[in-house]
């Protein structure tokens, strides 16, 4: 119990700290509108205030992912605490602020567009085919995973085929219709229920004394796979997510203020992040790792969530608790096929306020996931889990070009942004969907692209400055110097 509470309390100070020294290098600028105005068109570009922005954003980035993977990463031991608190504050938390902050200083732009903008034109059609990818991907996933949990908690005459077909046409209505409309109205309802699942198992972990296992750095893995990289991409979106790249610019176009980017977009990753310890604490606190393991080998995460909130909770506070789960995958699936629409529309520059145009845009992805849906869930998370930390690892590069040619301290996203390339890069080298190397082998690859990589970036970065190109921010663009 002890190395839970300490986390949860570093997590905290994080934001406070750290976050406002990210804040301070950005340096925002509170007499500068915000694309939320200067674009307002009524469908993706409205102003909202800074606390419907950010329980959106939470909900937005706060999929399975914080759940499902802390809970896969519970069976490594307590060595996911040090992921997840330093992943947050150090990597995830970073990437989340520039990406949005960034957006907000180039119009809302999505990370496709700022790729191409920050590291090449080249990059612009990389990112832009990975970003659609891992959307349909986490869209997908984000339909199985709650069906999966609504039908336990419905009568047998309910069948998986019509609760996802229910949460397609949600789907599709929050993708369509302008973002007031939906996703603004009906996030408040979902967040509560939200909090009540959060609190009440962290609540139900203090106050029953669970037995949490204090630090150690031993992998505990049944299986023993190994600590690096496999960790780095099972628990993503509670410590890093390239997924929360695709969801920032979505609230960038509704942000009414730069001062309020470190609450929205550092902060909700910090939440993200103390929901992610509460799932990791409450699996390894409940099953030794061969128990925890056989369970999600015979029924997935969502059999562990469902055993924690009821044995925790009871039936009627378990159910409120797996309601609350469920919201996660909704609210973040719903959001990443809008954030799929917009990039589709940015990229061949299709403008979004005629409804037909929205819907020539979404129909296609829509069919494309409904087949997704066939294919095994757990082959799909493999692909998510690689897509979403190669986006969190060009997301951070391209944070960093950023901050080098505004002649700021671009360390806060260039380690990270090392550091994910030579997880990212060992996994793709080691993994049967990948390479197939051995270990020894994958890492020493993955240390030669993570040096070509840094090499590539150096030479873009010194090439932008020497041609005198820097960043102007006061209107968030490039000029060059006179």
């Not at 992921?83 to 995830?92: D, T």
């Not at 159910?319 to 909704?330: D, E, K, M, S």
Request: proline fraction near 4%; hydrophobic fraction near 55%.
């Amino acid at each position: 119990m002890i190395t839970f509470t300490v986390a949860i309390i570093l997590l905290v100070i994080g934001y406070f700290t750290y976050g406002k020294f990210v804040e301070k290098v950005f340096g925002v600028k509170e007499d500068r509108p915000t694309p939320a105005y200067v674009q307002q068109d009524g469908v993706d570009y409205i102003p909202m205030g800074k606390k419907r922005n950010s329980l959106i954003q939470l909900l937005n980035i706060a999929g399975v992912g914080p759940i499902f993977g802390p809970i896969m990463g519970a069976l490594y031991g307590p060595v996911a605490f040090i992921w997840i608190v330093i992943g947050a504050i150090f990597a995830g938390a970073v990437h989340d602020y520039l990406t949005g902050m960034i957006s907000i200083r180039n119009k809302g732009a999505h990370l496709p567009e700022l790729a191409g903008k920050f590291l090449g034109n080249a990059m612009r059609h990389i990112v832009n085919a990975f970003a659609v990818l891992l959307l349909l991907l986490v869209g997908t996933v984000f339909v199985s995973a709650p069906a999966a949990l609504i039908q336990g908690l419905t009568p047998g005459w309910v069948t998986m085929g019509m609760i996802v077909f229910a949460i397609f046409v949600y789907y599709i209505l929050a993708t369509m219709l302008p973002i007031d409309k939906v996703i603004g109205k009906v996030y408040p309802v979902l967040g509560a229920l939200l909090l009540i699942s959060a609190i009440g198992v962290g609540g139900g972990l203090v106050v029953t004394g669970a037995p949490i296992p204090e630090l150690t750095f031993t992998n505990m893995h049944p299986g023993g796979l190994a600590i690096f990289p496999l960790l780095f991409l099972t628990i993503s979106c509670g410590a890093l997510s390239g997924f929360h790249a695709t969801q920032s610019p979505i609230i960038s176009r509704t942000t009414m203020r730069e001062k309020s980017g470190r609450g929205i977009f550092y902060g909700m990753m910090i939440t993200e992040a103390i929901i992610a310890m509460i799932w990791a604490a409450a699996a390894m606190s409940l099953f030794n790792g061969t128990d925890l393991n056989a369970l999600i080998a015979e029924g997935g995460p969502a059999a562990v969530v469902s055993h924690v909130s009821l044995t925790m909770l009871g039936a009627i506070g378990g159910t409120l608790a797996i309601i609350g789960v469920i919201v996660l995958p909704i609210t973040s699936g719903d959001t990443a096929f809008r954030s799929a629409r917009m990039i589709i529309a940015d990229y061949f520059n299709i403008a979004q306020k005629k409804v037909q145009n929205r819907f020539y845009i979404a129909l296609p992805m829509f069919a494309i996931s409904i087949f997704l849906t066939t294919i095994d869930f757990n082959l799909l998370w493999r692909y998510f889990s690689w897509a979403n930390q190669s986006t969190a690892m060009i997301a951070l590069w391209v944070g960093a070009m950023y901050l080098i040619l505004a002649r700021k301290n671009h360390w806060i996203s260039s380690i990270p942004a090392a550091f994910m390339t030579m997880v990212t890069f060992t996994y793709i080298a080691n993994a049967q969907i990948g390479f197939g190397l051995s270990m020894p082998v994958s890492y020493a690859v993955a240390a030669v692209g993570t040096a070509v990589v840094i090499v590539l970036f150096t030479l873009e970065a010194k090439k932008k400055l020497k041609l005198e190109i820097e960043v102007d921010e006061s209107v968030g663009d490039y000029r060059k110097s006179a």
